[in-house]
């Protein structure tokens, strides 16, 4: 079985408190559910904070038996950067950068790339693609067609994960369903709203996601949302997505490919 866990981190934000105080409870989160990969988005690195070590590398430390990859997609002035990183338990075979065009007319200040990795896996090399998109329409509908043009190339198995700031009902997420990539939480939990972003002190938003192709759609076996608890104090504003995904010759329950889609197997 692999588990692969999706989180915006927040970057040195101290909305739900300061890094000192989430670091721990991301640390405790990583070591309570055991991940096999790790997206990470909102990554930091600030030079004066840790000897200039980006947050992920520090989450390794503190757990323990990770291989880090983190890219920068933004840097201040000052040497402060926020960008992407993967987390595995083995080396990737291969890091891939892609950067995201930004409009200079749009609301959204930020440079972003599309981080892929690709990864030893049982059923042949995995292609895990970390991406974290824009909050505002115009620029997440371009990033979406360039990282559809960027996978097409991409052989599978593949998934696509991350903060994408974009709402289900979304024409950004529309366009990268109807590329034939399977909303895992809507698959699997297609009654619960599956709400990944705090405000106002409640998860009121999903925009967090994991996206399968069909090949490893049929092997999910479930999702889940991955909460610290009640509180001001949080890992961070975003709940952690988790996925388990049959690896092997395990039977697992995994969803069924039909013709129309991905359904539930049938009771044995």
């Given at each position: 079985m692999t588990r692969i866990l999706s989180l915006n981190l927040g970057g040195y934000g101290d909305r739900h408190g300061p890094w000192s105080a989430r670091r721990p409870l991301v640390a405790a989160m990583l070591a309570e559910q055991r991940p096999d990969l790790v997206a990470l988005q909102a990554v930091a690195r600030d030079p004066a904070i840790e000897g200039g070590s980006d947050q992920a590398s520090q989450l390794a430390r503190d757990v323990g038996g990770y291989e880090v990859v983190w890219r920068p997609a933004a840097a201040d002035t000052d040497g402060r950067e926020l960008g992407l990183a993967l987390l595995s338990r083995a080396p990737a075979l291969a890091v891939h950068v892609r950067p995201l065009t930004r409009r200079r007319d749009a609301d959204d200040p930020f440079d972003r790339v599309l981080l892929h990795g690709v990864f030893p896996w049982p059923r042949g090399p995995l292609h895990v693609l970390c991406a974290h998109l824009s909050w505002t329409e115009a620029q997440a509908r371009?990033?979406?067609?360039?990282?559809?043009?960027?996978?097409?190339?991409?052989?599978?198995?593949?998934?696509?994960?991350?903060?994408?700031?974009?709402?289900?009902?979304?024409?950004?997420?529309?366009?990268?369903?109807?590329?034939?990539?399977?909303?895992?939480?809507?698959?699997?939990?297609?009654?619960?709203?599956?709400?990944?972003?705090?405000?106002?002190?409640?998860?009121?938003?999903?925009?967090?996601?994991?996206?399968?192709?069909?090949?490893?759609?049929?092997?999910?076996?479930?999702?889940?949302?991955?909460?610290?608890?009640?509180?001001?104090?949080?890992?961070?504003?975003?709940?952690?997505?988790?996925?388990?995904?049959?690896?092997?010759?395990?039977?697992?329950?995994?969803?069924?490919?039909?013709?129309?889609?991905?359904?539930?197997?049938?009771?044995?």
């Open positions: 371009d990033n979406v067609g360039e990282v559809l043009g960027y996978l097409a190339a991409v052989p599978g198995p593949r998934l696509l994960l991350g903060d994408f700031n974009q709402t289900p009902t979304s024409d950004a997420l529309a366009r990268l369903l109807e590329a034939g990539l399977v909303d895992a939480w809507a698959a699997r939990c297609p009654d619960l709203p599956g709400h990944t972003f705090y405000e106002r002190g409640a998860l009121r938003k999903r925009i967090d996601y994991l996206l399968l192709d069909r090949q490893l759609a049929a092997r999910l076996c479930d999702v889940s949302l991955v909460l610290d608890g009640p509180g001001e104090r949080r890992a961070s504003d975003h709940a952690g997505l988790l996925a388990r995904l049959a690896s092997g010759d395990e039977r697992a329950d995994v969803m069924e490919s039909t013709d129309q889609g991905f359904r539930q197997p049938a009771p044995r």
